[in-house]
């Protein structure tokens, strides 16, 4: 199934976004989590599956207009929701329809932790997008095509436990290493 949510949002559509800042590391002040995560690798696959949820259901709502964009809530929380939300109505307006997929590699965790709030993970990942076009309604690529389009990413996902993360933020990020 074609993915939409990184492509669209992260700024693999054209338009760069400004890389964030780094992350605050916040294992040593964070109680620990090992009540939810049996490891940081547990913990990192629950963040990517997130990810990978999330590009199924945007690309399910860009692809089927009887799909409420309302299901976005199911798979994405905060600003993050509404951003998905604006994103995934525009594409559905201007009738674009998309072909290929993505991959979502994990990289690095960069902190888990539990709170009364719930569950938070951050994580770098590697998104690519070699695979991926979309395609306006006169049938041709809204975007460059080819060639390997690989992102370094990083998301962060929340939920009340390990069973319900949302993704609430995913940024370009720029570092040193390359995916």
């Known amino acids: 199934m074609a993915t ?9 559509s054209g338009e760069q976004p400004a890389p964030t800042s780094a992350p605050v590391d916040t294992t040593t002040s964070m109680p620990t989590p090992a009540a939810t995560f049996a490891s940081d690798e547990e913990a990192l696959a629950a963040g990517v599956a ?34 998905m939300t604006d994103s995934v109505t525009k594409l559905r307006e201007e009738k674009i329809q998309l072909k290929g997929s993505l991959s979502v ?12 709030a719930g569950v938070e993970v951050q994580f770098y990942f590697c998104l690519d997008s070699s695979n ?29 436990d390990n069973e319900s993360l949302k993704v609430s933020e995913v940024q370009l990020w720029s570092r040193d290493k390359d995916c």
């Open 50 to 83: 997130a990810v990978e949820r999330l590009n199924e259901k945007s690309a399910e709502i860009v692809q089927d207009p009887s799909v409420p964009v309302s299901d976005l809530e199911q798979v994405a929380s905060d600003v993050y929701l509404q951003t």
């Open 105 to 116: 590699e994990p990289e690095e965790l960069v902190y888990r932790k539990v709170d009364e």
């Open 4 to 12: 939409a949510a990184i492509v669209t949002v992260s700024g693999c």
């Open 132 to 160: 991926f076009q979309k395609i306006d309604s006169q049938g041709k690529p809204t975007d460059a095509s080819g060639g390997d389009k690989r992102d370094y990413m990083i998301g962060t996902v929340r939920g009340e």
